[in-house]
């Protein structure tokens, strides 16, 4: 009954290292994907606390190291690197994460706790259990650390370390230095903007109910056969559930006309380049000829081409001045701006209201990669940028690795047993021609 005992707690012990390790490893690259969204989530920290000593570049720098830390303790979790170490990190980590969230939970300013990044919302309550699950978890972890299975030996542990830090650095530095490698948001590459703006009602059909000679039917609308049924009874009945809109800010304001011609351009059955331009006093100008060489390609190819800005006029027309812009600017709101790209400036492609294409400004494909198009426009990116945007492509990238160094560290630690064993052998036979 005892080895039983130890058994089921070996197993208790590791299906809650794994659990707690794929979660953190998912918050982590969720985080890692998308920095300045996890910054974006730090401001509306700040603001609510009212702590106003750090920067964004501080922001951003915690947001990083955040998603960072999460993913390798995940890592190493996962793979039993470090596990005493990472059991008490991973605890602690738990404990100041349910601690937090009942702060943001009590407090009710944050609706979004953040934790999945824009992958997944929970409401505060439930990132409230969710976290006490996990800490529950790691607290089984801590305590149960010595019961771990397929531990990595000394002998690749540093593979281990080496290779997650250059994974984690690589999803963070492309997603900083272009856009995040993975979008969760509505505006993803591929998305219909057409189908996820605007409420969708519940449709429901008005239904009749009417009996004569002692029978009962119902009818539609007016499809009663004659005169002679009496009415009994009149109800409505669901035909289709109504659906909530994914997109409820997109508008985009003429200064002139104050008018919002969002949908105008959404309705539009060719291309629409947009440029998005948060705040033009903190835009990027250094590659700002780009976009001036783009809009003069979309003009000479008849293509809609204007910006939307949360900036006022005056700063608007600083940004003209200092950039030559010649292309109409909007209006918009800032944070719907923010989610359409994660750059300042960013530019979005549209067609028949179908995101096409997503760059920052620095990689705002040449005129000449447009000109091989028929259109004169891309219609799709390449294909090894495509399957980057699967969870498919990293998943592959992490785990393949993974395993290859699980593998090596097994037939490393197989072949020192066998010659262990080879020399133990030796030792008594050597003994044994003593003793003869």
Request: proline residues 3%; glycine residues 6%; contains cysteine.
């Given at each position: 009954m005892q080895t039983k005992g130890k058994i089921a707690f070996t197993v208790v012990v590791n299906v809650c290292r794994f659990v707690l390790a794929l979660t953190l490893m998912a918050s982590g690259f969720v985080k890692a994907v998308d920095p300045v969204g996890s910054m974006y989530k730090l401001q509306e920290y700040t603001s609510v606390l009212a702590v106003d000593m750090f920067s964004d570049d501080w922001l951003l720098f915690f947001s990083i190291v955040q998603a960072a830390i999460e993913f390798l303790v995940g890592v190493f979790l996962f793979m039993g690197?470090?596990?005493?170490?990472m059991a008490a990190l991973s605890f602690f980590i738990m404990l100041f994460f349910t601690l937090f969230a009942m702060f943001v939970t009590i407090d009710s300013t944050v609706d979004d706790c953040g934790c999945f990044g824009d992958a997944f919302a929970l409401s505060n309550s439930g990132t409230l259990i969710k976290n006490i699950i996990l800490?529950?978890?790691?607290?089984?972890?801590l305590y149960g650390n010595r019961r771990f299975?397929?531990?990595i030996t000394s002998v690749s542990r540093w593979m281990v370390a080496i290779f997650s830090f250059f994974y984690i650095a690589t999803v963070e530095g492309v997603s900083l230095s272009a856009l995040p490698v993975l979008d969760f948001r509505p505006y993803a590459v591929g998305n219909n903007l057409r189908e996820m703006i605007g409420d969708v009602p519940e449709v429901y059909e008005l239904r009749h109910v009417y009996s004569k000679d002692g029978v009962t039917q119902e009818f539609v609308g007016d499809s009663l056969p004659d005169s002679s049924w009496t009415l009994v009874?009149?109800?409505?009945q669901l035909v289709s559930e109504g659906k909530q809109s994914l997109i409820s800010d997109f508008a985009i304001i003429d200064w002139e006309t104050d008018e919002d011609i969002a949908r105008e351009l959404l309705a539009d059955t060719g291309y629409v380049c947009i440029v998005a331009i948060e705040f033009v006093d903190k835009a990027q100008v250094s590659r700002v000829d780009k976009i001036n060489d783009f809009y003069d390609y979309c003009a000479e190819k008849g293509v809609p081409f204007f910006a939307a800005t949360a900036s006022s006029e005056d700063e608007i027309m600083l940004w003209r001045r200092r950039t030559g812009a010649e292309y109409p600017i909007y209006w918009a709101d800032n944070m719907m701006l923010r989610t359409m790209v994660r750059s300042n400036p960013g530019v979005l492609l549209l067609r028949d209201g179908v995101v096409a294409g997503k760059w920052d400004v620095a990689g705002i494909p040449d005129i000449d990669q447009f000109s091989q198009s028929p259109t004169g426009m891309p219609d799709k990116l390449s294909g090894i940028v495509d399957r980057m945007r699967g969870w498919n492509f990293w998943a592959i990238a992490l785990f393949v690795p993974l395993g290859f160094i699980a593998l090596f560290d097994f037939l490393v630690s197989l072949s020192r047993r066998r010659r262990s064993a080879a020399?133990?052998?030796?030792e008594v036979t050597d003994k044994i021609e003593i003793v003869d």
């Amino acid at each position: 009954m005892q080895t039983k005992g130890k058994i089921a707690f070996t197993v208790v012990v590791n299906v809650c290292r794994f659990v707690l390790a794929l979660t953190l490893m998912a918050s982590g690259f969720v985080k890692a994907v998308d920095p300045v969204g996890s910054m974006y989530k730090l401001q509306e920290y700040t603001s609510v606390l009212a702590v106003d000593m750090f920067s964004d570049d501080w922001l951003l720098f915690f947001s990083i190291v955040q998603a960072a830390i999460e993913f390798l303790v995940g890592v190493f979790l996962f793979m039993g690197v470090y596990r005493k170490f990472m059991a008490a990190l991973s605890f602690f980590i738990m404990l100041f994460f349910t601690l937090f969230a009942m702060f943001v939970t009590i407090d009710s300013t944050v609706d979004d706790c953040g934790c999945f990044g824009d992958a997944f919302a929970l409401s505060n309550s439930g990132t409230l259990i969710k976290n006490i699950i996990l800490l529950t978890l790691s607290a089984v972890v801590l305590y149960g650390n010595r019961r771990f299975v397929w531990c990595i030996t000394s002998v690749s542990r540093w593979m281990v370390a080496i290779f997650s830090f250059f994974y984690i650095a690589t999803v963070e530095g492309v997603s900083l230095s272009a856009l995040p490698v993975l979008d969760f948001r509505p505006y993803a590459v591929g998305n219909n903007l057409r189908e996820m703006i605007g409420d969708v009602p519940e449709v429901y059909e008005l239904r009749h109910v009417y009996s004569k000679d002692g029978v009962t039917q119902e009818f539609v609308g007016d499809s009663l056969p004659d005169s002679s049924w009496t009415l009994v009874d009149t109800y409505s009945q669901l035909v289709s559930e109504g659906k909530q809109s994914l997109i409820s800010d997109f508008a985009i304001i003429d200064w002139e006309t104050d008018e919002d011609i969002a949908r105008e351009l959404l309705a539009d059955t060719g291309y629409v380049c947009i440029v998005a331009i948060e705040f033009v006093d903190k835009a990027q100008v250094s590659r700002v000829d780009k976009i001036n060489d783009f809009y003069d390609y979309c003009a000479e190819k008849g293509v809609p081409f204007f910006a939307a800005t949360a900036s006022s006029e005056d700063e608007i027309m600083l940004w003209r001045r200092r950039t030559g812009a010649e292309y109409p600017i909007y209006w918009a709101d800032n944070m719907m701006l923010r989610t359409m790209v994660r750059s300042n400036p960013g530019v979005l492609l549209l067609r028949d209201g179908v995101v096409a294409g997503k760059w920052d400004v620095a990689g705002i494909p040449d005129i000449d990669q447009f000109s091989q198009s028929p259109t004169g426009m891309p219609d799709k990116l390449s294909g090894i940028v495509d399957r980057m945007r699967g969870w498919n492509f990293w998943a592959i990238a992490l785990f393949v690795p993974l395993g290859f160094i699980a593998l090596f560290d097994f037939l490393v630690s197989l072949s020192r047993r066998r010659r262990s064993a080879a020399n133990n052998a030796g030792e008594v036979t050597d003994k044994i021609e003593i003793v003869d």
